[in-house]
T-cell receptor, first 113, second 114 residues
Framework: GDSVTQTEGQVALSEEDFLTIHCNYS??????LFWYVQYPGEGPQLLFR?????EKGSSRGFEATYDKGTTSFHLRKASVQESDSAVYYC????????????FGAGTKLTIKP | AQTIHQWPVAEIKAVGSPLSLGCTIK??????LYWYWQATGGTLQQLFY??????VESVVQLNLSASRPKDDQFILSTEKLLLSHSGFYLC?????????????FGPGTRLTVL
């Protein structure tokens, strides 16, 4: 079945540091890949998505590029802020006619001022 | 603008008691609807989805059931709660079909089973 692997369970950085959260997936065909962000006590909200090889998604200074060759969709940000502290989820949606969405385990990002 | 409302905000229930959680979407006709469960500190597990009134598909079996009695309403229920049902329940809607559409999540219901 489909799966999403996020390598980092927790990341702690200082303001203005560079961020990378690794996401690798396993699925057939061309799934759609998502990054969602969740703040405490709230539901997740979409950061961005990508549906094709080499497509780049971006929002709020975060970006990720769909790489079918390495089956990856790593999240990056050049300079993090304290307000970026949240849990980040990589997710995968199948493109073959069903509604199943598979989420990764999540990465808790803490930014120290 | 579309709004999604979940009720109740939080519940504390006894093992073996029944449960009913609700979700309503306003401002969007014929949305795709979803239920997710999130253990404390855990990932999101998709439970059910519905593309149309009266039709619900199960993704995982957790001794829960779901129904869609109206176009804008999605209900999650069980007759007998287990300790393992504790967690955060999220309803979501999507404007499109297939797994490539953005999902919009509600504020969630926090369930504690004692």
């Amino acid at each position: 079945g489909d799966s999403v692997t996020q390598t980092e369970g927790q990341v702690a950085l200082s303001e203005e540091d560079f961020l990378t959260i690794h996401c690798n997936y396993s699925a057939s065909g061309y799934p759609t890949l998502f990054w969602y962000v969740q703040y405490p006590g709230e539901g997740p909200q979409l950061l961005f998505r990508a549906s094709r090889d080499k497509e780049k998604g971006s929002s709020r200074g975060f970006e990720a590029t769909y790489d079918k060759g390495t089956t990856s969709f790593h999240l990056r940000k050049a300079s993090v802020q304290e307000s970026d502290s949240a849990v980040y989820y990589c997710a995968l949606g199948a493109n073959y006619g069903n509604e199943k969405i598979t989420f990764g385990a999540g990465t808790k990002l803490t930014i120290k001022p | 603008a579309q709004t999604i409302h979940q009720w109740p905000v939080a519940e504390i229930k006894a093992v073996g008691s029944p449960l009913s959680l609700g979700c309503t979407i306003k401002g969007k006709s014929s949305p795709n609807l979803y239920w997710y469960w999130q253990a404390t500190g855990g990932t999101l597990q998709q439970l059910f989805y519905s593309i149309t009134v009266g039709q619900v598909e199960s993704v995982v079996q957790l001794n829960l059931s779901a129904s869609r009695p109206k176009d804008d309403q999605f209900i999650l229920s069980t007759e007998k709660l287990l300790l393992s049902h504790s967690g955060f329940y999220l309803c979501a809607w999507s404007p499109g079909t297939g797994g490539n559409a953005e999902q919009f999540f509600g504020p969630g219901t926090r369930l504690t089973v004692l």
